[in-house]
């Protein structure tokens, strides 16, 4: 990526000597004594006969503390935006407002195809804390369905490793547990999942008659990664109260898929994850417009920014918007491009236009020429890079096929 911005003219940002921008990550975690206790609305202690084996984790993204609250079931505790019509969200008919989301891992496991894929987008237990804290729960369980790859196992500590300081408290307990919550409401586990794995957007959560203390502690090992961000001067004067407009794409991906968020099946485990789409496209794109935009004539500083740890938690873009080499309040708008390379039936999804009240009316315009099918999402709350900018309130679209 270096090597193609400086044969195109591109430079570091100003006062900066290098390419790369270092950050600071959780590298590994170590669960140093996390415990469970449910209690029934009589009072009586649910406990699984296995107690003296291990059968609740933390989450590696978890924070360190202690919740006391009622427990809710969020079914797989996604929430996917209304795209082309369709729209999915758990938490529609339940309410987790200071309670414990309970939700199962993955994605409702009996989808194909597009649909599939999609679920799968929003599935990250990262996106998962995230969307449970955003409606106001104060902790989430995770459990493992009996219909799910890796049955009835405890989410392992590699798995997302990298989000800390999350703002939930959150942990992984085993299939035994997981049968004891919803045996309180005499249901199987399997057969709630089964209710749900169809991809049904209707089939909901519910309340569970338990009431738990929640206790999450974890020790962890920091690590360092770099974002690549490179930068192209203005060739006139800048009148703009924003002198920069801010370019960026995720250059990571899953490897071998081992830490989660792959859509590859028991027999395609552990092989290489290329992520040609995701998001060799998105920087292919990028690395294009600064090649484009290098020989014209600019009235704004254009900065490029090729983020690192975005599978593990926006760990890269969250840095540059705390580190703030450009002031954010200088940006006058961030273009995300994330999973670009795969244009079906000539349709751009267009993400985040929420975020600016000029976006849908600019973006319409601009593609009058080009003539894509337009599909506009307002929520600018999504499993990518576009949310540490938009958090900034920094103006920001997400564009998407």
Same mark, same amino acid.
């Given at each position: 990526?270096?090597?193609?911005?400086?044969?195109?003219?591109?430079?570091? +940002?100003?006062?900066?000597?290098?390419?790369?921008?270092?950050?600071?990550?959780?590298?590994?975690?170590e669960?140093?004594? @996390?415990?469970?206790?449910?209690?029934? !609305?009589?009072?009586?202690?649910?406990?699984? *006969? %296995?107690?003296?084996?291990?059968?609740?984790?933390?989450? &590696?993204?978890?924070?360190?503390?202690?919740?006391?609250?009622? +427990?809710?079931?969020?079914g797989?505790?996604?929430?996917?935006?209304?795209?082309?019509?369709?729209?999915?969200? *758990?938490y &529609?008919?339940?309410?987790?407002? #200071?309670?414990?989301?309970?939700? +199962?891992?993955?994605?409702?496991?009996?989808?194909?195809? =597009?649909?599939?894929? @999609?679920?799968? $987008?929003y599935?990250?237990?990262?996106?998962?804390?995230?969307?449970?804290r955003e409606?106001?729960?104060?902790?989430?369980i995770?459990?493992?369905g009996?219909?799910?790859?890796?049955?009835?196992?405890?989410?392992?500590?590699?798995? #997302?490793?990298?989000m800390?300081d999350?703002g939930?408290?959150?942990? @992984?307990?085993?299939?035994?547990?997981?049968?004891?919550?919803?045996?309180?409401?005499g249901?199987?586990?399997?057969?709630?999942?089964?209710?749900?794995?169809? /991809?049904?957007?209707?089939? /909901?959560?519910?309340?569970?008659?338990?009431?738990?203390?929640?206790?999450?502690?974890l020790? $962890?090992?920091?690590?360092?990664?770099?974002?690549v961000? /490179?930068?192209?001067?203005? @060739?006139?004067?800048?009148?703009? #109260?924003?002198?920069?407009?801010?370019?960026?794409?995720?250059? !990571?991906?899953?490897?071998?898929?081992?830490?989660?968020?792959?859509?590859?099946?028991? #027999?395609?485990?552990?092989?290489?994850?290329?992520?040609?789409?995701d998001?060799?496209?998105?920087?292919?794109?990028?690395?294009?417009? %600064?090649?484009?935009?290098?020989?014209?004539?600019?009235?704004?500083?254009?900065?490029?920014?090729?983020?690192?740890?975005?599978?593990?938690?926006?760990?890269?873009?969250?840095?540059?918007?705390?580190?703030?080499?450009?002031?954010m309040?200088d940006?006058?708008?961030?273009?995300?491009?994330?999973?670009?390379g795969?244009l079906?039936?000539?349709?751009?999804?267009?993400?985040?236009?929420? %975020?600016?009240?000029?976006?849908?009316?600019?973006?319409?315009?601009?593609?009058e020429?080009?003539?894509?099918?337009? *599909?506009?999402?307002?929520?600018?709350?999504?499993?990518?890079?576009?949310? *540490?900018?938009?958090?900034? =309130?920094?103006? %920001? +679209?997400?564009?998407?096929?």
């Open positions: 990526i270096i090597g193609e911005l400086q044969r195109v003219g591109l430079e570091p +940002l100003p006062g900066v000597e290098d390419f790369r921008q270092s950050f600071i990550y959780t590298a590994g975690v669960d140093s004594g @996390t415990t469970l206790a449910v209690q029934t !609305d009589g009072g009586s202690l649910l406990a699984p *006969s %296995s107690s003296e084996e291990l059968s609740v984790r933390g989450l &590696a993204f978890s924070d360190t503390g202690v919740v006391d609250a009622p +427990l809710v079931f969020a797989y505790g996604l929430s996917v935006p209304e795209t082309d019509g369709f729209s999915y969200d *758990s &529609a008919a339940v309410d987790v407002a #200071d309670k414990i989301a309970v939700v +199962l891992r993955y994605f409702p496991e009996d989808t194909e195809g =597009e649909l599939r894929g @999609t679920l799968s $987008r599935a990250g237990l990262r996106y998962k804390a995230f969307t449970a409606r106001g729960a104060k902790g989430l995770v459990v493992t009996p219909r799910s790859p890796n049955a009835g196992e405890l989410v392992p500590l590699t798995f #997302d490793n990298a800390g999350s939930i408290v959150a942990a @992984t307990v085993d299939g035994e547990i997981g049968s004891l919550l919803f045996e309180s409401v249901e199987s586990l399997e057969t709630v999942q089964a209710a749900l794995d169809t /991809g049904n957007p209707h089939a /909901g959560g519910f309340d569970l008659p338990l009431h738990a203390e929640l206790e999450v502690k020790e $962890r090992q920091e690590g360092i990664g770099n974002n961000i /490179g930068y192209l001067p203005p @060739t006139v004067p800048v009148s703009a #109260d924003e002198p920069y407009v801010l370019l960026g794409a995720h250059y !990571d991906h899953l490897g071998y898929g081992r830490g989660g968020d792959s859509l590859a099946r028991a #027999d395609e485990a552990h092989e290489v994850h290329n992520g040609a789409d998001n060799a496209s998105g920087v292919a794109a990028i690395l294009s417009i %600064s090649a484009s935009l290098a020989s014209v004539e600019r009235n704004r500083g254009l900065v490029v920014a090729f983020w690192s740890g975005e599978e593990l938690g926006l760990l890269g873009s969250a840095d540059f918007v705390r580190q703030e080499p450009v002031p309040s940006i006058a708008a961030y273009l995300n491009f994330d999973m670009v795969r079906r039936e000539n349709t751009l999804t267009v993400q985040a236009v929420g %975020s600016s009240p000029i976006w849908t009316e600019l973006v319409q315009e601009l593609n020429p080009i003539g894509f099918d337009l *599909s506009f999402v307002a929520d600018p709350y999504l499993p990518t890079d576009v949310m *540490s900018l938009n958090a900034a =309130e920094v103006p %920001s +679209l997400a564009f998407f096929t």
